[in-house]
Each structure stands twice: as C-alpha cells, then as structure tokens.
C-alpha cells in the first residue's frame, strides 16, 4: 500500500494526480497559543480526544437559549448549609490536608481546621478563596485521578509556563483551569 505524498500548504488541487491526499497544515489559536495542525483534503486533523463544535459532550447553553427554564430558584437552607465555609473547608482538608490548604490559602496552619471546627468564620476574601480553590479542587478531579491531579499540579506547564499551583497562587484559578480543560482536550501537549 502506497502512502500519499505530502503536500505543502501552497499545491493546488489541479496539480494533485487523482486519488492522492492533499495534505498541508493549519494554524489554529486557542487560550492564546497558535498550534501547527495537519490537514488533510481541506480537512483539519484534531488531535486525539480533542473537542470540537461537532463533538462536545458538555454544551452549556447560552443565555438566549430557547430552552424554558424555572421561574424561580429556592435555594434551601438545609441544602445551603453545606456549602457554607465551615463545610468547604472541611472537603478542602479531607482531599489535600490541613497544611496544604493554610499554604495554598497563605493563613496560618491552624485556621483551616478552627475554621472546620466552626471556631471562627474565614474573612470574606478567604471565603472567596476558598470557594476558588474548591472549584479548582473539582476540576482536578473530574479530569485526573488523585495521583495525577497531584503530580500536574506540582509539575511544570508548558501552557501555564510554570507550575500549575504556582499561577494558582498568583493568579487565582481561571488559569489553572483552562489548562486542565486543555489537557483533557489533549489539545495541548
């Protein structure tokens, strides 16, 4: 079996013999980042798993959906208690430790667990933390198995160009979460 002849981006169809593959590459952008992608008779090859408009599993709709939606949302309170403070901090230190999230937070290595304890209330900025760095926490786990999620987030990142829980730091988890939807994509090495 014969392999087509590779095609450069600048060959014409009407110089391609019949029934060989016209292949070129395209330039694509994502999250800031132009990626080399082959092509293949006009049609661009994804890489393995990648999701496309065609192939997307997890469609959010958008605000202007026609989909009908509640009139109303009751949150209740029971159901509200646990997302409360003292709830999330208690998951945080289940799944990573106490230490790790008083470094992760910048507090002193006490407070998380005083805060689980209910012995005081995290600050308004260190709720916001702490719903971040749960939020964070899901997507991790949803993408990689705990071993994994703790070796990508303490390794480096070509994407991020540094540790993964180094911008988190720096940065919040916006960041750090494209590039965990990226690589679940495989879109990016």
Same mark, same amino acid.
């Given at each position: 079996m014969s392999t087509p002849a590779s095609r450069s981006s600048g060959d014409s169809p009407?110089?391609?013999?019949a029934g060989e593959a016209v292949e070129s590459t395209v330039i694509v952008r994502s999250l800031g980042h132009d990626y080399v992608l082959p092509m293949r008779d006009g049609v661009v090859i994804?890489?393995?798993?990648?999701?496309?408009?065609?192939?997307?599993?997890?469609?959010?709709?958008?605000?202007?959906?026609?989909?009908?939606?509640a009139e109303k949302v009751t949150i209740k309170e029971h159901g509200a208690a646990?997302?409360?403070p003292a709830a999330t901090v208690t998951?945080?230190?289940?799944?990573?430790?106490?230490?790790?999230?008083?470094?992760?937070?910048?507090?002193?290595?006490d407070r998380p667990g005083r805060w689980a304890r209910g012995e005081g209330s995290p600050d308004t900025n260190n709720r916001r933390a702490l719903a971040? $760095?749960? #939020?964070?926490?899901?997507? !991790?786990? /949803?993408?990689?198995?705990?071993?994994?999620?703790?070796?990508? $987030?303490? #390794?480096?990142?070509?994407? !991020?160009? /540094?540790?993964?829980?180094?911008?988190?730091?720096?940065?919040g988890s916006e960041q750090v979460i494209e590039a965990i939807r990226a690589h679940e994509q495989e879109a990016y090495g």
């Open positions: 009407e110089d391609t013999p994804a890489p393995k798993g990648a999701v496309t408009a065609r192939t997307q599993r997890h469609r959010i709709p958008s605000r202007g959906s026609s989909r009908p939606s646990t997302y409360g998951r945080l230190i289940e799944t990573l430790g106490n230490n790790a999230v008083a470094d992760i937070l910048g507090v002193a290595k971040d $760095l749960e #939020g964070l926490v899901g997507h !991790l786990l /949803a993408a990689f198995t705990p071993e994994q999620a703790s070796l990508w $987030l303490g #390794g480096a990142n070509a994407l !991020l160009g /540094a540790r993964p829980i180094d911008v988190y730091r720096n940065h």
